[in-house]
């Protein structure tokens, strides 16, 4: 299991076991790697991971247009904050924005 985002997440079957060694290949920066290590069938919940994961792109669409419609939202309440006279007299930045930066 290879990503860093939902868009570019993956599995892979790799034989990655060798003289009881593991190879593990390198990643990028933020990426993770995770693996499953199983000696015949993997489990359920993965084979469940794998197809919801082939639909992706077919939700992701929509997924992108909510967020970019939550940014534009945070986008205004920072403009908004800005403007407000004395505002950082009252509370700080850091309280303005608890709970509505959603990611």
């Known amino acids: 299991m290879k990503g860093n985002t939902y868009e570019n997440f993956r599995i892979a079957e790799i ?7 593991l190879s593990v290949f390198e990643i990028d920066h933020h990426e993770f790697l995770g693996y499953i290590l199983s000696v015949d069938q993997p489990p359920n919940t993965l084979s469940t991971l794998q197809e919801h994961l082939k639909g992706r792109f077919d939700r992701l669409p929509p997924l992108l247009k909510e967020k970019e419609k939550r940014l534009l939202h945070s986008d205004r309440a920072l403009d908004q ?23």
Not at 15 to 21: I, N
């Open 15 to 21: 034989d990655s076991v060798k003289d009881g060694k």
């Open 81 to 103: 904050f800005a403007k407000l006279p004395n505002a950082h007299q009252f509370f700080s930045y850091t309280e303005f924005m608890q709970g509505r930066v959603a990611e």
